[in-house]
Every structure is written in structure tokens, then in C-alpha cells.
């Protein structure tokens, strides 16, 4: 086997990794920070009645952080990304050098098993 080849394999290797992180990532459930595990709104509790006694919740920028809907991220796989792409193509041809294709494996293996931790 090649080194290329073996460089390759060890790029597919660690995007399997990065996307097994991703996946647990996502399924991992996140509290909505708006509300605490009672269910009622933060802002209630800092609310003030207006001159109708109407409750009407603090105008800020917390409070509107608060009041808004929850927040949506979504992991997508890097293997089919297009500078993955690249990457790949341009070590394939000859157009980066293994040794530094190898450091920078080595460099994103120790940063993915230490995100894995």
C-alpha cells in the first residue's frame, strides 16, 4: 500500500470519527435555555406590571435572547465536503507533500480524540 493510500485511509478513518462525534452530539438532549426544568418562562419571574396591570416582560436583550425560539445547529459530513474533496485530489496528484499530509492527520487525530474524551 501506498502512502498516499495509507494517508487516504487514515483522512476516511478520522472523518469517521468527527461524524460519530457529530451524530452523539445531536442526540444528546439540550435544555432549552429559556425555560428551566419546571417548564414556566425565566421572565416571569422578572416581570413587571405596566399602568394597565398587564404583566409585561423586561424589554432587554436577555429577555428577548429568552423569549425567542430555540436554536437549531445542524452537523453535516465533512467526508463529501468539497475542500475535503481537494484535499484529497491534490495529495493524490502529487500536489502536497506526505509528510505534510501526515503531520496534518496526526494534528487532527489528537484533536479529535481529545474532543471524543
Known sequence: MSTKETLSLE????????EEAAAME?????????????GKSRTGTAARAGSSGVVKP???AIAAELESAARVSSARS????PEIEAFRRELVEG???AD???RL???LNEVVTRLLR
Request: glycine content about 6%; hydrophobic content about 45%; charged content about 30%.
Open 100 to 102: 505534510t499530509a501526515n
Open 95 to 97: 500536489l502536497i507533500r
Open 78 to 81: 465533512l467526508r463529501d465536503a
Open 11 to 18: 483522512l476516511d478513518r478520522l472523518l469517521g470519527l468527527v
Open 105 to 107: 492527520l496526526r494534528l
Open 26 to 38: 445531536e442526540s444528546a438532549p439540550v435544555p432549552d435555555a429559556g425555560k428551566p426544568a419546571d
Open 58 to 60: 423586561p424589554s432587554d
